[in-house]
């Protein structure tokens, strides 16, 4: 199932600037879709515009899945780490 992330239309000529004293253009769809095999959620929307009301829109998409071996970690003051071992919640010292 695709999940339709951002839903976009373009104009269908884009050879010749746009005039405004020609009629409007015709804008056909072109939606953003996920394609990832694992589900993701949305963690971030960023939409930006400048003076001709061209928009621009970041998406930061997040994963939540289990840590392996190798992973990489790091806290939120600097402090890095390599996942080397993984242990049953029974066994987890903390």
């Known amino acids: 199932m695709l999940q339709v992330l ?4 373009m104009p269908t000529v884009t050879l010749n600037p746009i005039n405004p004293l ?3 253009p ?5 939606p953003l879709l996920y394609k990832g095999p694992v589900p993701s959620y949305v963690e971030k929307v960023m939409v930006s515009s400048n003076a001709e009301d061209s928009f621009l829109i970041k998406l930061l998409l997040r994963q939540t899945r289990r840590p392996e071996i190798g992973d990489k970690f790091s806290s ?3 402090q890095k780490g390599v996942t080397g071992r993984a242990y049953l919640d029974i066994l987890a010292l903390f």
């Open 22 to 24: 020609q009629a409007q």
């Open 76 to 78: 939120r003051h600097g």
């Open 26 to 30: 015709e804008y056909r769809e072109v």
């Open 6 to 9: 951002v839903n976009k239309s």
